[in-house]
């Protein structure tokens, strides 16, 4: 099956600097990369995603770009404000399911 | 709003009593989906109804069964709770399966005692 490595587990910045996280995946036919933001006590939401023809997507701060040969995809967040403060999960979509990352907790410090 | 609702929000049961986790969706999505997450940890999908066919996946325990009576509703039932079963259970649905989006309920916690 497919497998999905996250890293960093955590990750703290200043607010106002950029924040990037990688995820890297085995399954060469996946083709569907979403993004999940999860606050404590909360529903995992959507936040951004990008499908394999594509390389980069960008939506205001958040941008995701994705290397289909080496099988790796970034999430990176400009300008973080505290309201970031989060754990972020990568995801990867194969025929049936998504195989989520292990989260990344971010804290932006003010 | 069409939305993904999941009740109780809040569940306690006693360590071997039955319980059931409820979902419905006004999305009309295919895909239903049920995941356990325990705290820090990625959510694990437990199994996924597409239509009426349900979908186990290969390290989910006995313990779980699952019902999809209609398009709208999905049930957990979980036949004898243990400690190690506290968690998050969080409903999910989507288009389709693959590269389709997944809207994820609000979760259900529930504590064994």
């Known amino acids: 099956g497919e497998n999905v490595e996250q890293h960093p587990s955590t990750l703290s910045v200043q607010e106002g600097d950029s924040a990037v996280i990688k995820c890297t995946y085995s399954?060469?036919?996946?083709?569907?990369f979403p993004w999940y933001k999860q606050e404590l006590g909360k529903r995992p939401q959507l936040i951004i995603d990008?499908?394999?023809?594509?390389g980069e997507k960008k939506d205001q701060r958040i941008a995701v770009t994705l290397n289909k040969t080496a099988k790796h995809f970034s999430l990176h967040i400009t300008e973080t404000q505290p309201e970031d403060s989060a754990v972020y999960f990568c995801?990867?979509?194969?025929?049936?399911?998504?195989?989520f990352g292990s989260g990344t907790q971010l804290t932006v410090l003010p | 709003d069409a939305m993904v609702i999941q009740n109780p929000r809040y569940q306690v049961t006693q360590f071997g009593k039955p319980v059931t986790l409820s979902c419905s969706q006004t999305?009309?999505?295919?895909?239903m989906y049920w995941y356990q997450q325990k705290s820090s940890q990625a959510p694990k999908l437990l199994f996924h109804?597409?239509?009426?066919?349900?979908?186990n996946e290969a390290d989910t325990p006995d313990n779980f069964q699952s019902r999809r009576p209609n398009t709208s509703f999905c049930f957990l039932d979980i036949r004898s709770p243990g400690l190690g079963d506290a968690a998050m259970y969080l409903c999910?649905?989507?288009?389709?399966?693959?590269?389709?989006?997944?809207?994820f309920g609000p979760g259900t916690r529930l504590t064994v005692t």
């Open positions: 399954d060469s036919a996946s083709n569907y």
């Open positions: 999305l009309n999505h295919n895909v």
């Open positions: 990008i499908r394999s023809n594509v």
């Open positions: 999910a649905t989507s288009r389709g399966r693959g590269d389709y989006e997944q809207y």
């Open positions: 995801a990867v979509s194969s025929a049936r399911q998504l195989t």
């Open positions: 109804y597409y239509d009426k066919d349900f979908n």
